[in-house]
């Protein structure tokens, strides 16, 4: 007789503050042995500075979690709108820099690629 395995259901709770999310057109990624690091900000025209305003830490399993979810829902995006177009690190021109070369975007492309 097989055994049912129990699924423990999570609530997860949104506050006021949080709902409102923000926005990110920039993301910095490094990593060490332990963890995945995403810092995220927003590059505006004609400023040469970009403040990270939100920094997410996660164990690498967890990274490659995420990096699957968000393959999947980026996935069922394009089936429904199209394919998404990314720019490259080329396209921040029009933002009036060049990020540095050493810089890991978290580009679509990368994304969408098979795993």
């Known amino acids: 007789m097989e055994e049912k395995k129990k699924v423990q259901q999570i609530n997860i709770e949104l ?3 949080v709902s409102g999310g923000e926005y990110a057109n920039f993301v910095v ?3 060490s042995p332990a963890e ?6 927003k590059l505006l025209p004609g400023v040469s500075k970009a403040k990270v305003h939100s920094r997410i830490i996660m164990a690498p399993p967890h990274a490659k979690a995420y990096l699957m979810a ?3 829902n980026l996935k069922k995006f394009e ?3 199209g394919e998404i177009k990314t720019p490259g690190q080329e396209g921040f021109t029009e933002f009036g ?3 540095p070369r050493f810089v890991l975007f978290l580009a679509l ?3 969408l690629r098979p795993i």
Do not use: G, I
Not at 36 to 41: A, E, P, S
């Open 97 to 99: 820099v060049k990020p």
């Open 36 to 41: 995945v690091v995403m810092d995220f900000t």
């Open 79 to 81: 089936s429904k709108y």
């Open 15 to 17: 506050d006021e503050k």
């Open 29 to 31: 990624v490094t990593h």
């Open 70 to 72: 968000l393959t999947d």
């Open 109 to 111: 492309a990368f994304l």
